[in-house]
């Protein structure tokens, strides 16, 4: 093994040293003692050999803070504005039809014809299904004969009683002969109301066969087709579901604490909800529609419905969904760009740039909307933030803006997260 000289190991410990103290110097990190002593880019010679002075200027000692030495640091800024911001709540919806029907038999029979196509949308009262009713029309019209045969049965036994009473008045008939007529009468039309109790039921069971939409909206896909048996019970197959599509819910939770303010909102009628459907980029507003009676214990959230008007059906049922909840809009709230928010182990703060000069104010960030950042206190909307070089920034350090927020972007290859080169 090759022993180094002492020449050699002095060379190299002088290097590093040297690189060192110029990283150090570098970020605007203090130089600790001895060497800020040695001057920046001053060599350390080995035995033997003359000192050498690097190309960059020397900076010289004694500055144990770094600051005066650094090089500025350049940053991306953006001034501090007073604008109306919303207050509003983002959460994940389910679209919710606000009637669902599935479609039964009442009446075991046969489907003679299927009258719509496989999710069209169906008006209220249009037909759906024609069973087989051949047997209950032939009833129906057997118990209509027997309540037209009654009805003639009737009148001859009216004609009856009215001459038993005329032969009574003259005492020709005997009494026993007119209460005769009188029950035959009598018989006769309870029986006829019998006949038409029993006519218009079978007129409801024969409703039975023809089986319509009892809602408006969307039909499904036809489960049974012509030919097959429908069978009536509640363990029977369902024939078809309609959902109500027009107007629609969209279901979403939110936490119990926004609940006050919800309310408040809705008192004031103030609070919009828009909905947007994921895959579908447009938007639709509607109303509150609910507020569920209880808070969910396990998760510290309440149930809401809003109600959407949905001709053009932007949202489907089933489908999640984007949800926004506007309460109220301040009008003069103070914000600042998101990207400005940086989190410490004190909690928020931003760097305020004062002369070009960067200073660590703490804030107390509101909510955040959209882009902005909605500041509660900390800043007063006079001040200019960094909203690109925080990182090589710490208290008291010298900047160069290389430009404002909404502006043109850094250079290439001259990103805002490196000092300058001088």
Known sequence: MAVLTFGRVALFSAAGVLAAGAF??????????????????????????????????????????????????????????RRAMPVRIDAIGTVQAISTVNIRSRVDSQI???????????????????????????????????????KAALIAAESDLRRAEELSRREIATDQRLDTARSAVSTLRAAIRGGEAAVDSLRVQLSYYTISAPVSGR????????????????????????????????????????????????????????ASQQGVGKSIEGA???????????????????????PNE???????????????????????PREAVQTGQNGSYVFVIDNNVARARPIVLARNV????????????????????????TEGARTIERGRGGQSPPAPNLTSQRGSAG
Do not use: C
């Not at 650094?70 to 504005?81: D, F, G, I, N, W």
């Not at 109500?244 to 008192?267: G, T, W």
């Not at 509660?376 to 690109?388: F, M, N, R």
């Open 24 to 81: 150090l110097h570098y970020t605007g990190r203090p130089v600790p003692w001895p060497l800020d002593q040695v001057p920046y880019g001053k060599v350390i010679p080995g035995p033997g050999k003359p000192a050498a002075t690097a190309s960059a200027p020397a900076t010289g000692g004694g500055n144990r803070s770094g600051q005066a030495n650094r090089p500025p640091v350049t940053v991306v800024t953006a001034k501090v504005e």
């Open 112 to 150: 003679m014809a299927v009258e719509f196509r496989d999710g069209a949308m169906v008006n209220k009262g249009d037909v759906l299904f024609r069973l087989d009713s051949r047997q209950l029309e032939a009833q129906l019209r057997q118990a209509e004969a027997n309540v037209a045969r009654d």
């Open 219 to 274: 039909v499904g896909v036809a489960a049974l087709k012509e030919g097959n048996i429908a069978k009536s019970g509640d363990s029977s197959a369902m024939l078809a579901t309609i959902n109500q599509i027009d107007p629609i819910y969209v279901s979403f939770a939110v936490a119990q604490r926004y609940l006050p303010e919800i309310r408040e909102a809705m008192q004031a009628k103030t609070a919009i909800v828009q």
């Open 288 to 310: 509150i529609a609910v507020i569920d009676n209880a808070v969910d214990a396990t998760t510290g959230t309440i149930q809401i419905r809003a109600s959407f008007d949905n």
């Open 314 to 336: 932007t949202l489907w049922p089933g489908a999640l969904g984007q949800v926004r909840l506007t309460l109220r809009t301040e009008p003069d709230a103070v914000t600042i």
């Open 370 to 393: 959209d882009d902005r950042a909605v500041i509660a206190s900390g800043l007063t909307g006079d001040e200019t933030v960094v909203i690109d070089g925080q990182l090589l920034l």
